[in-house]
């Protein structure tokens, strides 16, 4: 489904060179390390060296099979280990930097992966075990600091746990809610010699139960609700897209007539061409979708968290709502915000699979029309000005020559939401961000990960020049390595999503949000090496994609596009679901 | 009555598993009342007895965060549940010999044992239920306390209520009773409104 690559289920593990009768081989503990990556089918590294993982390193070149990528600054290896998981399904991100400060530079990778549900594995050097403590050089309290941004993470202390505990760890990464895991791997141990044992039988955590089945009576007791729905509508997530369940979910939508809006993360699990199709919901989704949700008597959320983006004002959201069900593999979703009136624990997939046969076809013909007579009364659409080009224009010509075959991953920002409303993403899998965490700086280092993840597809990087500018270093790595995106800048010469809340909403006092002064995009991406055009002009848009397109390599486009351009439809701060404002 | 709820977590016995499980219930904004950690019977588990000054709802939802972590095992919350729930405090006590007798008497009341005695002060162990402790201070004030050290409570569920613990998980998702359910519904939130922070 995502990319036309065959889903690794999990650990594709390699037969083991050495029959299970010979003796185990002796190595050193970096070694021990780096065979357990290849055990758990990494290809890509993204790291970063310094003193306390200079063993890693040093062992590193006898590994061709583990293909290391030098980033220029550690946050960009988290992220691109981020986007490097995120777009290949079952896949796992792998990052390596050193203790201290490099180990402190991948925080906010990880935590952008935490809320997005990303499985990645960051491996930190950290200074030898018995400096542990005292402030020596390069120490930094990694587990403590990462505590609140990791799924779990480990401290090693004895060579015989390197091998369990990296196998532990991808399956506590890939299985269940995933998420980061750090390894805290003191530098003694990597040199340390040991024996090389993988462990062979799946790992068993009495801690870490698999998820539960879903409950065949609540279930059932949904296909009831459903039958009986005048006005249901589906809400779906990013769950939907981590477990494979595009396919049910559109199953259940055809077989029932149920309209299906999502998530920013949850973009692309439902085709946006679908007559059932609704569009994103929430504080920046479409008027249609939010006027459905709140006339609907029956919703059913799928693998998401209905976080605040989601219900704009907690009131306003579906107040017409008799039943509310939902279902996620987190049972501390349930209940967070809102309270469901059913719900179930569970996979998406596993309980969407399993719900469907119990659902009988139907029709709710008087809902549907007035789903459509909304669409017709309040379609997504923005405004031309004369001598401006608007990003939209920009999407709309990147739509038409890539369809549904490129991956857009956008940064955070005005840039962020265009890209989620005007590219028609038809497959899941195509459209990436940082919908929890909200990370600028995300795209451009995710991206590189993205490509290496899904090479024959067209890669863009939609961002403001602002998060560009955040992680612009990794321009170097796109060179070196001739990683082939097409780096779209929207360049509004402005913090833009700021701008325009201080316009709407912090009574029109634009404080710290120029950026007229930003860098020649064109001598900077010719400073690194890189391919790179500019215009604001729209006649210019088509030829220029068409060139970057047809070049093997990474590219940079700007596009200064109108500086007052800005992101419609929008509930005002504090406002309702239906309280949205579109554009004019 | 004591509001706090009483949580009993078993977790694996590993470094840093008290970080962990005390970073989440400060990272949720709940407030611990005591904590108490100690060995079972089995060596690799160890048992929290967590009182959370909370209510049913947010405790909920802090059980179930706590649940997420890795490292521990079960969790329960027995509140509601027939539990037995002590906790130990050593108490010196002001005691010139002049006082002592009718310190003495409280402590018999109590069942407390004298456990070291000085020219003027003495150490008194005392155990049971919080609120006895509570009421134990109480009495000892006027005689003037030097100094108090409390274990907070540990806490078993009773022999018959031990297959009817709660699990903590909420895998039903049942809404709890007497909460409205359902979006819309005026109360129905536990989180802050955040909506426009970017
Ligand atoms: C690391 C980080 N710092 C600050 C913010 C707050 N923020 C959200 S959107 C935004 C403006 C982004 O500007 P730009 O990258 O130019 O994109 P635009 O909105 O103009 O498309 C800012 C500052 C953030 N999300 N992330």
Redesign the interface.
């Known amino acids: 489904m995502i990319g036309a690559h065959p889903q690794p289920d999990s650990a594709p593990a390699p037969p083991l060179e050495t029959p299970a009768t010979a003796p185990p081989r002796r190595m050193t503990g970096a070694q021990i390390c780096l065979e357990s990556l290849l055990r758990e089918g990494v290809d890509t590294i993204f790291g970063y060296p310094g003193g306390a993982n200079l063993y890693l390193y040093r062992w590193l070149p006898d590994y061709p099979n583990l293909h290391h990528i030098l980033v220029r600054h550690e946050q960009g290896a988290a992220h691109a280990a981020d986007g490097y998981a995120r777009s290949r399904r079952g896949a796992v991100g792998v990052c390596f930097a050193t203790s201290g400060p490099g180990a402190l530079n991948l925080v906010t990778g990880l935590g952008t992966a935490f809320m997005d549900s990303v499985p990645v594995i960051a491996i930190t050097g950290q200074v030898p075990v018995s400096a542990i403590g005292t402030d020596s050089f390069q120490e930094s309290d990694v ?2 600091s990462t ?2 941004v990791v ?2 993470s480990y ?1 090693l202390t004895r060579v015989e746990d390197i091998a369990p505990t990296i196998k532990e760890a991808f399956h ?1 990464a890939r299985s269940g809610r995933p998420g980061p895991v750090v390894i805290d791997f003191p530098k003694d141990l990597q040199a340390a010699v040991g024996e090389f044992n993988y462990p062979e039988e799946p790992v068993r ?4 139960p698999p998820p ?1 089945q879903p ?1 065949p009576n ?1 279930l059932r007791e949904i296909a009831r609700i459903i039958k009986e729905a005048k006005r249901p509508v589906i809400l779906s997530g990013r769950g939907v897209l981590i477990s494979g369940a595009e396919q049910e979910l559109l199953e259940l939508s055809h077989r029932a007539h149920i309209p299906v809006g999502w998530t920013l993360l949850g973009t692309g699990a439902f085709p946006l061409q679908d007559p059932m199709a609704l569009q994103m919901v929430g ?1 920046m989704g479409a008027g249609y979708t939010n006027k459905a949700v709140c006339d609907a008597d029956v ?1 059913i959320m799928i693998g998401m968290r209905c976080d ?2 989601v ?12 039943h ?1 069900i ?1 279902i996620d593999i ?3 979703e ?12 569970a996979d998406a997939k596993t309980a969407l699979s399993r719900l469907l046969p119990m659902v009988e076809p139907k029709r709710e013909h008087e809902w549907l029309t007035q789903i459509d007579q909304w669409k017709e009364e309040h379609p997504i659409h923005y405004v031309r000005r004369e001598g401006f080009l608007q990003p939209q224009e920009v999407l709309e010509a990147m739509y038409s020559r890539c369809k549904d075959e490129a991956i857009v991953v956008a940064d955070v ?1 005005q840039n962020q939401i265009w890209a989620a409303l005007w590219f028609n993403y038809a497959k899941p899998g195509l459209f990436l961000n940082s919908g929890g965490l ?1 990370t600028m700086g995300y795209a451009f280092p995710a991206s590189m990960g993205v490509k290496f993840s899904n090479p024959d597809r067209t890669v863009f990087c939609v961002t403001g020049e602002g998060g560009f500018m955040m992680n612009m270093q990794e321009m170097a790595t796109m060179v070196e390595n001739n990683i082939d995106v097409k780096v779209i800048i929207l360049n509004n010469a402005s913090l833009g ?2 701008r325009q ?1 201080q316009d709407d ?1 912090y009574d029109g006092v634009r404080s710290a949000v120029d950026l007229t002064f930003t860098p020649d995009f064109v001598k900077l991406g010719e400073a690194f090496g890189m391919k790179a055009m500019t215009t604001r002009r729209l006649e210019d848009v088509g030829p220029m994609l068409d060139e970057a397109l047809a070049h093997k390599g990474p590219v940079l486009l700007n596009f200064d596009i109108d500086p007052d351009a800005n992101v419609y439809p929008i ?1 005002p ?2 406002k309702g679901m239906l309280d949205f404002v579109e554009a004019s | 009555m004591n509001p706090s709820r009483l949580v009993s977590v078993m977790v694996e016995n590993k470094p840093g598993v008290l970080n962990r499980v005390a970073s989440m219930i400060r990272r949720r904004g709940f407030n611990i009342d005591s904590l108490s950690v100690g060995p079972t019977e089995d060596a690799t588990v160890s048992r929290m007895t967590i009182a959370v000054h909370v209510g049913r709802q947010a405790a909920e939802q802090a059980t179930k965060q706590l649940a997420k972590l890795i490292d521990v095992i079960t969790i329960d919350d027995i509140t509601e549940l027939r539990s037995v729930s002590h906790e130990l405090m050593l108490i010196r006590m002001h005691a010139p010999p002049e006082q002592r007798a009718e310190i003495l008497d409280v402590v018999t009341v109590f069942l407390g044992r004298i456990v070291d005695i000085a020219a003027s002060s003495m150490i008194i162990e005392i155990t049971g239920t919080t609120q006895k402790i509570d009421n134990f201070v109480e009495l000892m004030r006027p005689y003037g306390i030097e100094e108090l050290a409390r274990s907070g409570a540990v806490a078993l569920v009773r022999g018959d209520q031990a297959g009817a613990r709660l699990g903590g998980l909420g895998l039903d998702g049942a809404a709890p009773e007497g909460s409205r359910t359902g979006a819309g519904a005026a109360g129905a939130s536990v989180t802050a409104d955040t909506t426009g922070d970017i």
């Open positions: 587990i403590g505590m609140s799924k779990h401290l506590v955590m009495r801690s870490f539960p409950d609540q504080f919703v605040d983006r219900t704009t004002r907690l009131d306003s959201f579906a107040p017409r709502v008799e509310l939902h987190d049972p501390a349930i209940g967070k915000s809102v309270v469901p009136h059913l719900s179930v624990v920002g909200g999503m700021v809340f909403f509930v701060l504090g």
